[in-house]
T-cell receptor, first 110, second 113 residues
Framework: GESVGLHLPTLSVQEGDNSIINCAYS??????FIWYKQESGKGPQFIID?????DKRQGQRVTVLLNKTVKHLSLQIAATQPGDSAVYFC?????????FGSGTQLTVLP | DTEVTQTPKHLVMGMTNKKSLKCEQH?????MYWYKQKAKKPPELMFV???????INESVPSRFSPECPNSSLLNLHLHALQPEDSALYLC????????????FGPGTRLTVT
């Protein structure tokens, strides 16, 4: 089966610094890689995705990098804000569904 | 309206009870999903409905019974649950099945006693 893991379960960053959240995966057949954010008491919220034929995609304050050679995905958040505190999940798309990784808790320190 | 609503927010039930979780969306999405999420774990897919028909059942025990009465509503009927079924149950929708941007509701926190 698929395996989606994250390098660190928790990450603390100072407000204003950049955050980098990493994800390793094993299924090379996935055509899309996605990041979701889950704040306390809420359901996951889509942040950004990247197709498997790309290696970088930028959004508003976020950048996703995909390295298919080492099967690694990362989410970079620029100028991290208190509202970025949440659990971040990477996810892979397989036919008809998403498989979520184990999550990283991001804490933004004042 | 880009919201998925779920009721109830919290539910406590005994192992012999029958209860139902409800999910509603008015975005015109044709795919709806049930996920189960244990504390500090990722969401795990349970069921997918596409155009009101069950498309995926991830080998979920029969004590969980999904129902899609129409394109806006998704129910999860619960019967004879076990304490290990206690979890956050999330509903999601997307315009079509398999699209990467799914819209999640806030979930129902279920406790089985």
């Amino acid at each position: 089966g698929e395996s989606v893991g994250l390098h660190l379960p928790t990450l603390s960053v100072q407000e204003g610094d950049n955050s980098i959240i990493n994800c390793a995966y094993s299924n090379s057949a996935s055509d899309y890689f996605i990041w979701y954010k889950q704040e306390s008491g809420k359901g996951p919220q889509f942040i950004i995705d990247i197709r498997s034929n790309m290696d970088k995609r930028q959004g508003q304050r976020v950048t996703v990098l995909l390295n298919k050679t080492v099967k690694h995905l990362s989410l970079q958040i620029a100028a991290t804000q208190p509202g970025d505190s949440a659990v971040y999940f990477c996810a892979l798309r397989s036919p008809g569904q998403l498989t979520f990784g184990s999550g990283t808790q991001l804490t933004v320190l004042p | 309206d880009t919201e998925v609503t779920q009721t109830p927010k919290h539910l406590v039930m005994g192992m012999t009870n029958k209860k139902s979780l409800k999910c509603e969306q008015h975005m015109g999405h044709r795919a709806m999903y049930w996920y189960k999420q244990k504390a500090k774990k990722p969401p795990e897919l349970m069921f997918v409905y596409s155009y009101e028909k069950l498309s995926i059942n991830e080998s979920v025990p029969s004590r969980f019974s999904p129902e899609c009465p129409n394109s806006s509503l998704l129910n999860l009927h619960l019967h004879a649950l076990q304490p290990e079924d206690s979890a956050l149950y999330l509903c999601a929708s997307s315009p079509g099945q398999g699209l990467v941007e799914q819209y999640f509701g806030p979930g129902t926190r279920l406790t089985v006693t």
